[in-house]
């Protein structure tokens, strides 16, 4: 067993003593940290007085698990990772790896007969194990799933990284399509397999499609221009805005209004350029915050365009280009059309169908403009401002280009948003909201668009997966609202990207510009400010 040498004393501490030291620091430091967030909770009572509200039991479980962590990391994680870096004296090979031992082929087809043998039993798990065990069987069920997709993606990763955007866009656009014919297996029926879609296709692909084109279209200002905008929700606010108020009071289309919305954006994205031109780091993102907080208080103060906190309701739903409609009391609905049963499902997934091709215009400008010289230019821009000027660029238009594209693609978002809630109110734009967008393009890798998008379902498809986490109730009490922990799961990415992944989910940075053949460049060669 390996141990370690203390230099001030002649002591031999071994790995499960520094662990057990380590842990008791993790504990108390969790303590500190978390007494005010998870021990106290605010509260009003009856009388309408502001209450607090002590959760000791919560508090100390969460400080016993992060010590535990803590323990099992230093006393068995590092020295499991350190041996699989000692080759063998026999054979000179080294160890199977961590994820060749993890992904064994047994472990995979007890991961399908597990899956399997819970979606046959999904209709009556509440009966057969109860209501409280029913919850924890649908987790195991996830969980059996994840693992055999992960399976997959190991073994084939080859293939996967050779094919993977083909891959990717044929797995979107098949996705609606499978959810609804799985429902329909499970529910014995088309409609109820339409039915069920709803929720899937709505929050874990409507909701994650729209977050990863507002992420791709803050990646041009950061990651590609490399300047610092915490305000980017307001140009999602302005598209939003723009397609309720000129949909509600002058009934024009959305395929009208969908470009509106984009170039008024970009006008206020330019607008937004101007100021900042001789702003760098810390000071352009204060003023990006400051216009982001101007435009929401604008949209809550102007009452008599705006609404004010109420916000602008009845916004008219989209149309299949004018031919049909999604209203069932249309002439030319849909479901008349088709001569097909009515269910509000085709709408949902038309709007799946219509951010994702919103997605691939978006990818698509992106690719083709860092070809351009105007995007040579961005990357300029972002890695040397001064050696840009001395080139012979012209910062002024270069930043102004990447404001306004960046800020159009919020806009493109925004008004899809409206038409997909037919409600909007200044709540929906905070700043939050650029918080999240901007959490996704660090982990995601600035400047990758792969990158950006697998952290976007990872974390906004992981936050509406605790949404259908209701056994944790039965754990935590029934005042527990997994959701509302879903800045604890940013924050957790966050560091462990940090120390394992600095350049985000994607570990490797191609150049768009290269000397007779390409060449990746590996994140663990270089470090943030260094190639």
């Given at each position: 067993?390996a141990?370690?040498?203390?230099?001030?004393?002649?002591?031999?501490?071994?790995?499960?003593?520094?662990?057990?030291?380590?842990?008791?620091?993790?504990?108390?430091?969790s303590?500190?940290?978390f007494?005010?967030?998870?021990?106290?909770?605010?509260?009003?009572?009856i009388?309408?007085?502001?209450?607090?509200?002590?959760?000791?039991?919560?508090?100390?479980?969460?400080?016993?698990?992060?010590?535990?962590?803590?323990?099992?990391?230093?006393a068995?994680g590092?020295?499991?990772?350190?041996?699989?870096?000692?080759?063998?004296?026999?054979?000179?090979?080294?160890?199977d790896?961590?994820?060749?031992?993890?992904?064994?082929?047994?472990?995979?087809?007890?991961?399908?007969?597990?899956?399997?043998?819970?979606?046959?039993?999904?209709g009556?798990?509440?009966?057969?194990?109860?209501?409280?065990?029913?919850?924890y069987?649908?987790?195991?069920?996830?969980?059996?799933?994840i693992?055999?997709?992960?399976?997959?993606?190991?073994?084939?990763?080859?293939?996967?990284?050779?094919?993977?955007?083909?891959?990717?866009?044929?797995?979107?656009?098949l996705?609606?399509?499978?959810?609804?014919?799985?429902?329909?297996?499970?529910?014995?029926?088309?409609?109820?397999?339409?039915?069920?879609?709803?929720?899937?296709?709505?929050?874990?692909?409507?909701?994650?499609?729209?977050?990863?084109?507002?992420?791709?279209?803050?990646?041009?200002?950061?990651?590609?221009?490399?300047?610092?905008?915490l305000?980017?929700?307001?140009?999602?606010a302005?598209?939003a805005?723009?397609?309720?108020?000129?949909?509600?009071?002058?009934?024009?289309?959305?395929?009208?209004?969908?470009?509106?919305?984009?170039?008024?954006?970009?006008?206020?994205?330019v607008?937004?350029?101007?100021p900042?031109?001789?702003?760098?780091?810390?000071y352009?993102?204060?003023?990006?915050l400051?216009?982001?907080?101007?435009i929401?208080?604008?949209?809550?103060?102007w009452?008599?365009?705006?609404?004010?906190?109420?916000?602008?309701?009845?916004?008219?739903?989209?149309?299949?280009?004018?031919?049909?409609?999604?209203?069932?009391?249309?002439?030319?609905?849909?479901?008349?059309?088709?001569?097909?049963a009515?269910s509000?499902?085709?709408?949902?997934?038309?709007?799946y169908?219509?951010?994702?091709g919103?997605?691939?215009?978006?990818?698509?400008?992106?690719?083709?403009?860092?070809?351009?010289?105007?995007?040579?230019?961005?990357?300029?821009?972002?890695?040397?401002?001064?050696?840009?000027?001395?080139?012979?660029?012209n910062t002024?238009?270069?930043?102004?280009?990447?404001?306004?594209?960046g800020?159009?693609f919020?806009?493109?978002?925004?008004?899809?948003?409206?038409?997909?809630?037919?409600?909007?109110?200044?709540?929906?734009?905070?700043?939050?909201?650029?918080?999240?967008?901007?959490?996704?393009?660090?982990?995601?890798?600035?400047?990758?668009?792969?990158?950006?998008?697998?952290?976007?379902?990872?974390?906004?498809?992981g936050t509406?997966?605790?949404?259908?986490?209701?056994?944790?109730?039965r754990?935590?009490?029934?005042?527990?609202?997994?959701?509302?922990?879903?800045?604890?799961?940013?924050?957790?990415?966050?560091?462990?990207?940090?120390?394992?992944?600095?350049?985000g989910?994607?570990?490797s940075?191609?150049?768009?510009?290269?000397?007779?053949?390409?060449?990746?460049?590996?994140?663990?060669?270089?470090?943030e400010?260094?190639?």
């Open positions: 067993m141990v370690t040498v203390s230099s001030e004393r002649d002591t031999v501490a071994t790995p499960v003593q520094r662990a057990f030291r380590e842990a008791l620091y993790a504990g108390a430091i303590l500190g940290l007494v005010l967030f998870i021990g106290l909770r605010t509260d009003q009572n009388s309408n007085e502001l209450i607090l509200v002590k959760r000791w039991g919560l508090l100390a479980l969460v400080v016993i698990a992060t010590a535990v962590g803590r323990f099992l990391y230093i068995y590092q020295p499991f990772v350190a041996s699989l870096k000692v080759a063998n004296i026999d054979t000179g090979l080294l160890p790896t961590m994820a060749a031992r993890f992904f064994r082929t047994p472990y995979f087809i007890a991961a399908v007969v597990v899956a399997a043998l819970l979606f046959v039993l999904a009556s798990l509440d009966g057969l194990l109860g209501p409280d065990l029913a919850g069987a649908r987790f195991v069920r996830a969980l059996a799933i693992y055999a997709v992960a399976w997959v993606m190991y073994y084939f990763r080859a293939f996967i990284h050779a094919h993977f955007s083909a891959l990717g866009i044929s797995a979107l656009a996705y609606p399509i499978v959810v609804v014919l799985v429902l329909a297996l499970i529910t014995g029926s088309m409609a109820g397999g339409f039915q069920g879609s709803l929720k899937w296709v709505d929050n874990f692909g409507i909701q994650i499609l729209i977050y990863v084109m507002l992420a791709w279209g803050l990646n041009i200002v950061i990651g590609l221009a490399g300047l610092l905008d305000g980017y929700v307001a140009f999602y302005v598209g805005y723009a397609y309720a108020l000129l949909g509600t009071h002058f009934g024009l289309s959305f395929w009208i209004l969908l470009p509106a919305a984009g170039c008024m954006a970009a006008f206020w994205g607008m937004l350029g101007f900042v031109l001789r702003l760098r780091g810390d352009l993102a204060i003023v990006t400051a216009f982001g907080e101007i929401r208080l604008v949209l809550i103060n009452r008599d365009v705006t609404n004010g906190s109420a916000g602008i309701s009845g916004i008219p739903k989209v149309s299949f280009f004018g031919l049909m409609s999604f209203n069932v009391s249309d002439p030319n609905y849909i479901a008349k059309v088709l001569h097909i009515t509000s499902a085709y709408y949902k997934i038309f709007l169908y219509l951010i994702l919103l997605c691939l215009l978006t990818a698509f400008v992106t690719i083709r403009l860092r070809r351009l010289p105007v995007g040579r230019a961005w990357e300029a821009l972002r890695e040397d401002e001064i050696a840009c000027r001395s080139l012979g660029i002024t238009t270069t930043k102004l280009t990447a404001f306004a594209t800020a159009m919020g806009g493109f978002a925004g008004s899809f948003f409206a038409a997909r809630q037919g409600f909007v109110s200044p709540e929906s734009f905070v700043f939050l909201e650029s918080a999240i967008v901007l959490a996704i393009v660090v982990l995601g890798g600035m400047g990758s668009l792969v990158g950006i998008a697998v952290a976007a379902l990872v974390m906004i498809g509406e997966a605790l949404r259908e986490l209701d056994f944790l109730k754990v935590f009490g029934p005042d527990f609202t997994p959701e509302l922990y879903r800045m604890l799961l940013f924050g957790m990415a966050m560091v462990i990207v940090m120390l394992w992944k600095p350049r989910f994607v570990g940075r191609e150049p768009t510009a290269f000397l007779k053949e390409r060449r990746a460049v590996s994140a663990s060669f270089t470090k400010g260094h190639g």
